[in-house]
């Protein structure tokens, strides 16, 4: 089975996902794994585990994104995960103007999209607060997985983690432990606190308004979107695929090389 296709890899600091994607836009095979500890062997995994088509195929060009791009030698090019993120939730939505929430292991992206290119973002500096991070660590603290913590929340009432720091987010978490609050009540707290620190991180961005569109990891837990769009006072949507957003414009761009 010859043909044109392009082959996104977006090796981020939790999981890789890669996107094998035709000339048509037909995705044909897509992946998702941990990245372990040594980004280059997972890249090494990836180009093992590719079906034979992407194998053998007349003409197959691959694009590297994410926190270990670098690490993927067989890349004809890398690309920021910012314009990766933008392009993919572009072809993901079916729009080429959309503001993007990204919600990654490590950090947090905000991007405004017009026209299929990238007019502003914002994005995390060296802190983990509003990223997966910072949801496996309370998780962590609560005895249960990140999926656990999400489900817990949507049971729980009103309660508030003042600090937007990890650090001291922990310290109030462990408080509220010891007074014998819930655990359904600081699982709202935590997932309320990753949605007030996006907000607070938009700020850098000018006003927008129309829906945003959640794109990363966190994509999957229903409640996630809810308190981001209390936080915002706009929609949320997503979609499942959405996790794979960096992917999917990594292997856009793929297709145009």
């Known amino acids: 089975?010859?043909?044109?296709?392009g082959v996104g890899i977006d090796i981020g600091s939790t999981c890789a996902k890669t996107v094998g994607m035709s000339a048509d836009g037909e995705i044909i095979w897509r992946d998702l794994r941990p990245t372990g500890w040594s980004s280059v062997e997972t890249a090494e995994a990836i180009r093992k585990d590719l079906p034979d088509v992407l194998k053998e195929g007349s003409s197959v060009r691959f694009v590297a994104t994410g926190y270990g791009r670098v690490s993927v030698p067989y890349a004809d090019k890398c690309v920021t995960e910012i314009s990766c993120h933008a392009k993919g939730a572009a072809f993901?939505?079916?729009t080429d103007t959309l503001e993007v929430i990204?919600?990654?292991?490590?950090?947090?992206?905000?991007?405004?999209?017009?026209k299929g290119g990238v007019l502003e973002f914002a994005m995390n500096d060296k802190c983990s607060a509003g990223t997966g991070r910072f949801l496996e660590v309370m998780a962590n603290l609560l005895s249960v997985t990140p999926s656990g913590l999400c489900s817990m929340a949507e049971k729980g009432s009103e309660t508030r983690i003042s600090s937007l720091c990890t650090v001291f987010a922990e310290s109030e978490v462990i408080n509220l432990i010891g007074r014998g609050t819930p655990r359904e009540n600081i699982a709202w707290a935590v997932v309320d606190s990753i949605a007030q620190k996006v907000k607070t991180q938009a700020g850098k961005l000018g006003p927008g308004e129309g829906p945003?569109?959640?794109?990363?990891?966190?994509?999957?837990?229903?409640?996630?979107?809810?308190?981001?769009?209390?936080?915002?006072?706009?929609e949320v949507l997503t979609r499942p695929e959405a996790r794979f957003a960096g992917a999917y414009g990594a292997a856009v761009y793929a297709l145009a090389l």
């Open 1 to 5: 089975m010859s043909g044109t296709y």
């Open 92 to 94: 993901i939505f079916g």
């Open 102 to 114: 990204d919600i990654g292991g490590q950090d947090t992206k905000l991007i405004s999209v017009a």
């Open 212 to 234: 945003l569109y959640l794109t990363g990891g966190l994509c999957d837990f229903p409640f996630v979107r809810l308190r981001l769009g209390k936080a915002f006072g706009r």
